[in-house]
């Protein structure tokens, strides 16, 4: 009997991929990973989004603080069938190792979901990561 092996967590990548297809908008959640920032170890992300219905999506979203950074984060973006978006970011403000998720329910926000990951430096954003879209 062939034995099977769990599979592995996101976090646990080195090189952060998406693991849900961007056509994937069916029911159920579905979790992803968010691009590393190229030439940076500071940051790893990923996440989830479970559609409900065609109104409503919950997105979770988890940073994890890598290396030596002010802050760090990751940034998820919903868009509507016009093209606004709303935002949720999670946030690392406390040092390497330390880990920060968010939740929100977005209504209408369901057309798009795009990903990235960011450096920041009391306030301001110095560097971000490729935008990944999920869907």
């Known amino acids: 009997m062939a034995s099977v092996r769990p599979k592995s967590s996101p976090r646990a990548t080195t090189s952060p991929r998406a693991t849900s297809s961007p056509a994937n908008t069916s029911s159920g959640t579905h979790n992803f990973t968010v691009p590393a920032i190229p030439g940076d170890n500071v940051v790893t992300a990923w996440g989830s989004y479970t559609k409900m219905g065609t109104a409503r999506v919950k997105v979770t979203m988890c940073a994890k603080q890598t290396g030596t950074a002010f802050s760090v ?32 329910t977005f209504i209408l926000y369901t057309a798009h979901l795009k990903v990235h990951t960011f450096i920041g430096d009391h306030g301001t954003i110095v560097k971000t990561g490729p935008v990944q879209t999920i869907y």
């Open 73 to 104: 984060g990751a940034i998820a973006l919903v868009y509507n069938a016009s093209g606004a978006s709303k935002n949720v970011g999670a946030v690392v403000l406390t040092g390497p190792g330390n880990t920060s998720c968010v939740a929100i």
